[in-house]
Nanobody, 116 residues
Framework: QVQLVESGGGLVQAGGSLRLSCVAS????????MGWYRQPPGYQREWVAS???????NYVRALKDRLAIFRDNAKLTVVLQINDLTPEDTAVYYC??????????WGQGTQVTVSS
């Protein structure tokens, strides 16, 4: 079992920045990656950014210039920073952990709403 708890969502004005945090616990000794997805209203969930098993950072190309992903291994935390927010960034953001068997674990999601 893996538990993921997200925080940091909320209402933000366009042009602002936001940091989303995800704390992992449970059977997390081996991972094939950890990162963030989002689901805008009326759309499917989409991948945003993640760390690979080797620790490399990957970002969705369309958002790469506005994203940064950090991790703190000691605190078992992964942080996603989004800069220069636009209303199109409004979505529920989900933390994802892929275990060594390739099974995806998800947090409960945190709502981000960007006002124009």
């Amino acid at each position: 079992q893996v538990q993921l708890v997200e925080s940091g969502g909320g209402l933000v004005q366009a042009g602002g920045s936001l940091r989303l945090s995800c704390v992992a616990s449970g059977n997390i000794s081996n991972t094939n990656g950890m990162g963030w997805y989002r689901q805008p209203p009326g759309y499917q969930r989409e991948w945003v950014a993640s760390f690979t098993r080797a620790g490399n950072e990957n970002y969705v190309r369309a958002l790469k210039d506005r994203l940064a992903i950090f991790r703190d291994n000691a605190k078992l935390t992964v942080v996603l920073q989004i800069n220069d927010l636009t209303p199109e960034d409004t979505a529920v953001y989900y933390c994802n952990f892929r275990d060594r068997l390739g099974i995806d674990w998800w947090g409960q999601g945190t709502q981000v709403t960007v006002s124009s």
